[in-house]
């Protein structure tokens, strides 16, 4: 198949292009490249971590390369490799773990302070309110104070991320595109990072990992709102909407467990949040149901390999990828993989209570590594696993407890839907929307309690 058919095929079909066959984990295909496509979970996994065969492709989203004048030539900390890598991820893992012990907090504030505007009716727009929610839970942890336009960020992802094909034809296709609007979103972006309450300490923290401050900018420019922002917002629609699909006693069953340790620790702490493993199995339930990325980045061999697996069917074979050959992991098909993951197709949302639920953690790779791994300068793990987890739970756990909405439709997935991003396929409307535990918000968040 050739580079613009597979391309089309990919954004018509999306995951369903990759079904994976039962006897082939590495199978050779074309979604705008000539690729081998990963579907197995262990498969998947060997590729992760291997970091001497199979190397990213810089500045290159699957089919996509960035604008180069969207990055300023600064290739993202995802995307890049060896000593540029290790330099940039060291960074970006400092910068993140030191707002670590702040989320919590800025989690509740974020969400009590957005739904307070929300009103009692239907609620516009309310994917793009969650992305706020969301937004607005985290970069306080980075930036301190600051005044991000939500709405540039998103502008600006959406530019780097749809940037330019690699086939040629489509190249010509879609020459009209303009980035002006992203090369706007960009400049308001670097605008509010520069003059965010924490930027001189980031510009310290920067130059003793070597880094200029264009470059530091740079980086955080893109990698907080792409990987932080953006990708924790497309997950947290897919969690809002797998809660809509538990029955009322299991929604319950949730909010006595959020309630009892809110309570217990006078609000949405640390020590609050690890006190809701059931909260917790839902929200990775939901990654691993529907994840956004469905795919990991793209990689390349940087040397001939010979990977051996086990099919489905449990046979041991060999797939020899060449040197040069572009590899996709689909981490939507690693986690739906039915050798690891019973009822790999069913949203079965205790799936990761208890001990065997911790075992399952092992095969959970949604992070772009294992869940029970840790991220370091060495892998290209997320470093922002713990406070995607956290932040997931916290305004789940908070919506859930004291708010009540009817939504317009329940979600569905087909899976086909390249442009949901994981999201279900139609999109998440509230016709209502309301307070439904007054006198437990009072008691534990009292100062939010007369806003709604
Ligand atoms: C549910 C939410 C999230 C998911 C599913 C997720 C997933 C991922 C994945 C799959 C990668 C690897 C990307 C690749 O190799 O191309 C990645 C990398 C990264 N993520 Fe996340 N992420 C999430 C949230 C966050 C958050 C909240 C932050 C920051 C606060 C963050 C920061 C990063 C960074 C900096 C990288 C680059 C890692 C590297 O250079 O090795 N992510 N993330």
Known sequence: MGNVLGTVQYLTSFYRMFAPNPDEDFAECNNGVPCRAVTGNKAVQSIMYDFDRFQKEEFTFSGLIAPEELTDGVCLSALSNGKAHEKYKGFLMDVISKGYGELPSCTARSVLSNVSQWGKGPVDDFEFKLLVVMCEAILPTIYGQSAFDVKDIETYVDGI??????????????????????????????????????????MDLAK???????????????????????????????????????????????REEALAAMRKH???TREALQEMPKVESLVLEALRFSPSPGTSSNVIAVRPATCPYTTQKGEQKEAEIKEG???????????????????ADEFVWRRFLGPEGKAR???????????????????????GKDVAISALKG??????TFYGWELEEAPYWTGTKAARIGKPDNEMKIKSFWLQRPEDLKEIFPSYLDDM
Not at 214 to 241: K, W
Not at 361 to 383: A, K, Q, T, W, Y
């Open 161 to 202: 991320t749809s940037g330019q094909p690699r086939s040629r034809i489509l190249q010509v296709l879609l020459s009209w595109r303009s980035l002006d609007a992203a090369h706007r979103a960009k400049a308001s972006v670097v605008e509010k990072i520069q003059t965010s309450e924490r930027y001189q300490q980031l």
């Open 361 to 383: 953690r092992e095969n959970h790779i949604i992070f772009n590594g294992r869940l029970v791994d840790s991220p370091s300068v060495n892998n290209h793990m997320c470093p």
């Open 208 to 254: 003793s990992h070597g880094m200029g401050e264009h470059e530091a900018t740079m980086q955080l420019l893109i990698s907080i709102s792409l990987n932080g922002v953006c990708g924790s917002g497309a997950n947290l629609v897919t969690v809002f909407a797998c809660l809509n699909t538990l029955s009322e006693e299991d929604r319950e069953e949730l």
């Open 395 to 400: 305004i789940i756990a908070i919506l859930n």
């Open 325 to 343: 050959e572009v590899v996709f992991m689909f981490s939507y098909w690693a986690l739906r993989d039915p050798t690891v993951f019973d009822k």
């Open 266 to 268: 006078g609000g949405l």
